[in-house]
């Protein structure tokens, strides 16, 4: 150091330096997780030479734990000089720490870091699975999103080039999860642009996570934690569960964890058999000494039942179950089904212990919230005194792996996923697996969803495989493979979409032999429960908003001289445009193209006035025209983007219609007459019951909120007492910004205490939600099969509940409906048919169902590895301007980074874009950066985005935005690059950087 810098560092009063003394020591264990040794040594000045390279030695010898530990007692050690402590903290700011600057700074808030915690805990968790990963497709995306600095993209890269994908995913891992709160989502985000849905599906738990356009993302309670079920000791000998300990303690568990040995493969810790018992328990013995007294004082407990009681009908449709039979029980909504699997569950397992065979139960669930349901109030309460029983999710946060938690419980409750994973791995000979045979009872709940594609369906067609294998083996007098009883649980099994009992026969019959269930069990509860008043209210047609947007379509219609065949304003006409829009692409025809694209937005505004408010519809289009318009303007203004004589049509028709659309939004006369129903349901409602609590089902995300949003402005329900809030999905798949999850979290507990009494929801509440108290429920406009119906119309359990359907224009609610009703008496009449099948009728067609199912999946694998094999050559492949039809480029031009990003780094090509910001990504996503967007520089159309790989910027092209020509056929439909049967040169990072810094050389010369 410096004479002048030695004058500066004088020591501080003793009071504040113990003061921050005493804050770093608090958050030693968290500072430890969040610092990044390396970078923070690079802005630390007082630090000396010779500590930072003992801590340098440490880094490279025990990693980034235990060097930050070392640094820690550096910075801790007197005397300080003055402003050591700001020093420290800004040094954790500019060495890429934020997160652990932000600790000792006071922030983040209490709720953000105990979200934060959650997302750290189940990474963790889920790092068998995640370290499969396409490690450097994903590292490339987290460094272009901010979410990992210079440095550690550059130790994620060594760490693969040297180790491996598997431990550079590790290294991966063990960096963004020190990152500041909003790491999680912009890691979702990365999963999604580099294709790893099975992962997202696994960290969201939500089966269809990115395969549908609609309603899906799943609800996160993060109230879920992930206990271990042995007991420890207090300070006093006492014994004491683990049950009792608080999510506080539990997250110092983590804490600890972390200083045990590494496993090889992802570097986190290791797990009790990696440990050791003893080790473990060691850690539960501090953590008894640290908290015993907090935990006992606050932490909830599950209450004590230990005496099961069915009603006759349940004992009635258990009995088979309990007699070792595999079967189906589908009983309604709220009559007890899961209360009966419970009881099946102890009686298994009693059954097992006393022949000296212990059972090992897995209740499965497609959602996470219904793990913690069947969780904590009915498997725990009722088994605990005499078993084991656990539960694992996405939202679980021990760090053990599942294989390890199957194999110390009797009862493990989870998302079906993860069994479908270690099922997996134990087929592939990976260790950390768990074998169908180490199973005796699977409880699959929801049963009905166990058909083609569905991960239910994937496990049962592991069972299915090995049995018709257990019959051959039977035949050659060997030994056969164990396989364990299978319990269904469902409201409904449906129809399929069958128009006859003969098609739900067999629908429901597939369903059967997937689950190879020997009966389906049912009961009519009339007599049991009061039937629910149901109402639908259709709606009137005047409409004069929704009129003035009809003449803007028929102007455009004229205009692309084109005649529909559907209704304005309805899902048959939306898609009769994006067929138009495909096909007028691939045929070049500008005009059609541009006119089909705007029809399809105005078509939406239509469905939305019909929907929800004018006003919140007019603003919808409002936007849109914005954008387009933008795309029209280049950055600098200096470039010229051609706007075609049918665009300028465009942008006039809406400039001239707007005044009179901002005129009729604004008088609340011509209220569109679904949401005049809805209101007036909702006051009836309230004003006609003592204490009204409900649940509006909407469509999509945006209705729930803008109507959530209506209903707080208006003050006539303020008199009533509404209090409305509204919940949707937590995943991001639309262009509405999902809730976290611990804003869903936050909104059910306010409904089920009270503080809200009308939930405006999606889809995402229909399958769980068990609030007894609901006494109405509205579907708004929502359209679904006869199985949604029935869950929703079970969402209502009070005595007096009511279930209303309002129509909305065009929609076909009202019509669907009856259909649903008309098929849910099929569905009776079809179970009762299966019934009545002899033993012998009913075995054979399950038979034939189980062998056409085994023939399918073997052809489906076969022609993925055709599939696999087909590849055009680059060369044969051309791609053009999606609106202008101007040629782009060839399939020689693209090159793959990583496996993944395709890219165009040719000199022609850089001739033929502009850049341009990319605020729709800003507005979604602002805790990251986003890339600028690449556009047309004749027409504008967007082409792709600017990504960052190794330090450079690179066009990245987005195949939706092109007409791909391969050998002279033209196609207008992909989506996604993987629809392409082409293989693409791989891109050389070293021989384009080399060419790069030529030429900065010769600029610079």
């Known amino acids: 150091l410096s004479n002048i810098t030695k004058q500066r560092l004088r020591i501080m009063e003793p009071d504040k330096d113990e003061q921050q003394e005493e804050l770093i020591k608090t958050f030693r264990h968290r500072l430890k997780e969040k610092i990044s040794v390396g970078p923070v040594l690079n802005h630390l000045y007082f630090i000396s030479h010779e500590d930072k390279e003992r801590i340098l030695q440490k880094l490279k010898t025990e990693g980034d734990a235990s060097a930050a530990n070392q640094l820690i007692d550096v910075v801790l050690k007197k005397p300080h000089p003055e402003g050591w402590f700001r020093a420290f903290v800004d040094a954790l700011i500019h060495g890429d720490s934020k997160y652990a600057a932000m600790v000792l700074e006071g922030s983040p808030k209490p709720e953000e870091e105990e979200e934060n915690d959650y997302c750290v805990a189940l990474v963790r968790l889920l790092a068998p699975s995640l370290v499969q990963m396409k490690t450097a497709d994903v590292c490339c995306e987290c460094f272009s999103l901010g979410l990992l600095g210079q440095d550690d993209n550059d130790k994620v890269l060594a760490e693969i080039d040297t180790q491996g994908p598997g431990r550079g ?30 992962l997202l599906r696994e960290l969201t738990g939500d089966p269809h996570w990115c395969e549908q356009q609609g309603e899906t993302g799943a609800l996160i309670d993060h109230e879920t934690i992930f ?11 006492q014994s004491v569960s683990i049950f009792m300990l608080s999510r506080k303690t539990l997250y110092i568990a983590c804490l600890h964890i972390s200083t045990f040995p590494k496993t090889p493969l992802t570097g986190h810790s290791s797990t009790v058999c990696e440990c050791g018992l003893l080790t473990w328990m060691q850690l539960l013995f501090r953590l008894a000494d640290l908290s015993y007294s907090e935990a006992a004082a606050e932490a909830p407990r599950s209450p004590e039942k230990t005496e099961i009681v069915l009603r006759d009908y349940q004992m009635e449709v258990a009995r088979p179950a309990l007699e070792g039979k595999n079967i189906i029980i589908c009983l309604p909504t709220g009559s007890g089904k899961t209360r009966a699997a419970v009881y099946i569950t102890k009686k298994h397992l009693d059954s097992r212990r006393e022949a000296g065979s212990p059972g090992k139960v897995v209740v499965l669930v497609n959602k996470i919230p219904l793990v913690e349901q069947h969780y904590s109030t009915e498997f725990l309460p009722y088994l605990k005194q005499t078993y084991r029983v656990e539960r694992v999710s996405g939202d679980s946060q021990l760090k053990i792996s599942f294989a390890k938690t199957v194999q110390k419980n009797d009862i493990i409750i989870c998302t079906a996923q993860i ?50 294998k257990n019959l051959r083996l039977k035949k050659e007098q060997k030994k056969t493979v164990p396989l364990p009883q299978i319990l269904g649980l469902t409201a409904s099994p449906g129809v399929g979409g069958a128009n006859t009992v003969a098609k739900a026969v067999e629908h429901i019959m597939r369903i059967c032999a997937n689950l190879d269930a020997s009966e389906i069990m049912t009961r009519s509860q009339e007599e049991d429960r009061k039937q629910q008043r149901k109402t639908i209210l259709t709606v009137e047609n005047k409409d004069p908003f929704g009129d003035v947007i009809k003449t803007i379509m028929n102007a455009i219609h004229n205009e692309a001289k084109l005649s529909p065949i559907c209704d304005l304003g309805s899902q048959n006409y939306e898609q009769w445009a994006v067929q138009k829009e495909r096909q007028a692409a691939k045929e070049e025809d500008k005009t059609v193209r541009v006119c089909a694209e705007f029809l399809r937005r105005y078509n939406e505004g239509l469905i939305l006035s019909n929907t929800i408010r004018m006003s919140d519809a007019l603003s919808y289009l409002n936007k849109f025209h914005e954008e387009q318009i933008k795309k029209k303007t280049s950055v600098d203004g200096e470039q010229n ?10 942008f006039k028709l809406f400039k001239d219609k707007k005044e009179e659309l901002e005129t009729f939004s604004k008088n609340p006369k011509y209220e569109n007459d679904s949401l005049s129903k809805l209101r007036e349901q909702i006051l009836r409602e309230f004003s006609s019951r003592g204490q009204a609590r409900g649940i509006i089902f909407t469509k999509t995300r945006h209705s729930a909120i803008t109507l959530s949003q209506w209903i ?22 639309s262009d509405t910004k999902p809730m976290t999850a611990a804003e869903q979290k936050d909104v059910l507990k306010k409904f089920r205490a009270g503080e809200v009494n009308l939930l405006v929801a999606t889809t995402v509440a229909e399958e769980g939600l068990d609030i007894p108290a609901c006494n109405f429920v509205i579907r708004y406009g929502l359209s679904t099969n006869e199985i949604a119906m029935i869950q929703a119309k079970g ?33 009776g009449k079809a179970i009762n048919k299966i019934k009545g099948q002899s033993r012998e009728a009913y075995q054979k067609q399950m038979m034939e169902f189980q062998l056409q199912a085994i023939m399918e999946e073997r052809m489906r694998q076969v022609k993925r590895k055709q599939k696999a094999i087909k590849d055009e050559k680059p060369s044969h492949v051309k791609f053009s301007c999606r609106n202008c039809a101007k040629p782009v480029c060839s399939g020689e031009d693209i090159q793959i980074i990583e496996n993944m990003h395709r890219v165009n780094v040719t000199t022609q090509f850089k001739e033929l874009f502009i850049q ?11 805790d990251y950066e986003t890339n600028a967007v690449i556009a047309c520089k004749d027409c504008g159309q967007p082409w792709g985005s600017v990504m960052v790989y190794r330090g450079m910027d690179f066009p990245c092209l987005h195949v939706k935005n092109f007409v ?39 600029e610079m010369g």
């Not at 209502?796 to 259909?819: F, H, L």
């Open 712 to 733: 707080q402005e208006n003050p006539k329900f303020a008199d009533v007492e509404v209090k409305p809030s509204h919940v949707i999905g937590g995943g991001d798949q």
């Open 795 to 827: 969402r209502g359990r009070a005595d007096d509940s009511s279930y209303t359907v309002v129509d909305v224009k065009n929609s076909g609610v009202a019509e669907r409906e009856c259909v649903n009703e008309y098929r849910e008496e099929m569905m």
């Open 964 to 1002: 791909v020509n391969i050998n002279g056929k033209k196609i207008s439909n992909c989506t996604k690059w993987s629809d392409l049967p082409i293989r693409f040169t791989a891109f050389d990072y070293i021989e384009h950087a080399s060419m790069m810094a030529q030429g900065s050389d010769e």
């Open 169 to 198: 995913a590790g290294e991966l891992l063990r960096r963004i999860v020190r990152r500041p709160p909003g790491w999680f989502s912009t890691f979702l985000q990365v999963l999604k642009k580099t294709e790893h849905y099975p």
């Open 419 to 468: 069994l479908e994973n270690y099922l997996e791995r134990a087929e592939n000979g990976e260790d950390e697996g768990v074998k169908m045979s180490d199973l005796t009872l699977i409880i699959i709940d929801e049963c009905h969803h166990t058909q083609k594609g569905g991960v239910y369906n994937h496990i049962m067609m592991r069972y299915l495989m090995q049995k018709h």
């Open 227 to 237: 206990l271990h079920t042995f007991g420890i000791f207090n300070s006093s000998k």
């Open 641 to 650: 983007i051609q706007i075609t004589d049918t665009e300028r049509f465009l």
């Open 916 to 926: 341009r910001e990319n605020a729709t990504l800003q507005e979604r996503l602002l």
